[in-house]
């Protein structure tokens, strides 16, 4: 493959629709091959933004918005890294023949639960929990009856587990109604699932470059009102259950199709695998990666992208830890304990410019070659000592 430099007429350029910290990371890859990058979002000095070659601040939801960027700056590559994108503007970039990653209809079907999860159960007939959409409080009622208590709730459009909650008994379906609408993306209509009592789930990164599907070690997480907290590396399975989420992971990024990095969730019951979510793009657990592999999930996406070798060498556990904004500040500042920067753990500010209370403002990884437990107890050590004005 041929390399360039940016801002040359030859240059390779890829176009970020979305910046925060995932697209930061993303942008730096790109550009330590020497791409040109373009990062895109809806504010101002987004993450992504503070080390592109060239920013835009537009309405991510409006298509003409969308469309004048991609003309304007012609990428060889469009990288939707956020589920606030109106898609017809991805639809009608790729008839003009722009190359969205992984392609426009695996982004719809992704950016969408109904989509996505009609598409993994009914076509591909892999293993789910059981389901039913909803788009008014009655009919919430009877999905959350037939359903069962516990149930987990989710707008069918969000990112980051806004707007979902577990209801359970039918007193709290109205406070989980209330919640879902408010959440930012589509809440027009609702998902009500089954809560699977798993033991634990897993973020599965599977990769596609045109030529070849690798997989990274399983991810562990735990999340929060949705939204991760703690991942770690290696997640311990049975040989039986890691071989079941491989099959599940190839099986929807095959159907899902193009190149790239897929975040695929599952929830794991002994030694059966259920099929969660997939995000067509990097995952927030999967920063920890940047710890544990001498190519990261962003360097991987990357040379997926470009259609390059996927080899890779893990180099042993590790873990991360999100540190969530205590307060609102035009003005953030995040203070951290020198401890936290050592030859086993390290740390990654955002620089948003803009905190409020449970946005995600920086990150502590660390490494234990041997155990995985032993690097989230440091990390969960280490993120208790941040705090922020």
């Not at 598409?119 to 959409?133: S, V």
């Not at 040989?239 to 491989?246: C, D, F, G």
């Not at 927030?284 to 470009?306: C, K, N, P, W, Y």
Request: charged share 25%.
């Amino acid at each position: 493959m041929t390399f360039t430099a940016p801002l040359k007429s030859d240059s390779k350029k890829i176009l970020l629709l979305g910046s925060g910290e995932l697209g930061k990371e993303v942008i730096i890859e790109a550009q330590r091959l020497g791409i040109e990058t373009v990062a895109v979002d809806s504010y101002n000095n987004a993450p992504a933004h503070l080390v592109a070659n060239k920013a835009y601040t537009i309405n991510m939801k409006n298509k003409n918005e969308i469309l004048d960027v991609i003309r304007r700056e012609k990428p060889d590559y469009i990288l939707p890294e956020v589920e606030a994108i109106n898609i017809e503007a991805l639809f009608e970039a790729e008839k003009e023949g722009f190359h969205v990653i992984p392609n426009a209809d695996a982004v719809n079907k992704t950016m969408n639960r109904k989509n996505i999860r009609e598409f993994a159960a009914i076509e591909l007939n892999l293993p789910t929990g059981k389901y039913e959409f909803v788009s008014t409080f009655e009919a919430l009622i009877k999905a959350a009856t037939s359903i069962g208590y516990p149930c987990v709730i989710k707008p069918v459009m969000s990112s980051s587990g806004h707007g979902q909650s577990i209801a359970k008994s039918e007193e709290e379906l109205y406070s989980s109604w209330e919640k879902a609408k408010e959440a930012r993306g589509d809440a027009s209509e609702l998902i009500v699932e089954e809560f699977i009592h798993f033991d634990y789930e897993i973020a599965l990164l599977t990769v596609r470059n045109g030529h070849e599907t690798i997989f990274c070690e399983p991810i562990g997480h735990i999340q929060e009102d949705g939204d991760y907290i703690f991942s770690w590396q290696p997640m311990n399975m049975s040989k039986i259950a890691k071989n079941k989420a491989l099959d599940i992971a190839k099986k929807i990024t095959d159907g899902l199709g193009g190149r790239g990095l897929f975040g695929v969730e599952l929830f794991i019951k002994g030694d059966d695998v259920y099929f969660s979510e997939v995000s067509p793009r990097p995952h927030d657990t999967g920063m920890v990666t940047m710890m544990t592999q001498s190519q990261s999930e962003f360097a991987l996406h990357i040379r997926a992208v470009l259609g390059l070798p996927l080899d890779y060498v893990f180099y042993g556990a590790g873990a991360s830890a999100a540190y969530k904004a205590k307060n609102d500040s035009f003005n953030p500042q995040i203070i951290i304990n020198n401890k936290a920067f050592s030859k086993n753990s390290y740390v990654r500010v955002f620089g948003k410019p803009q905190s409020h209370e449970g946005r995600r403002m920086a990150l502590a990884l660390t490494f234990d070659k041997d155990s995985s437990e032993k690097a989230l107890k440091q990390a969960k050590q280490i993120i208790k000592e941040f705090s922020d004005q």
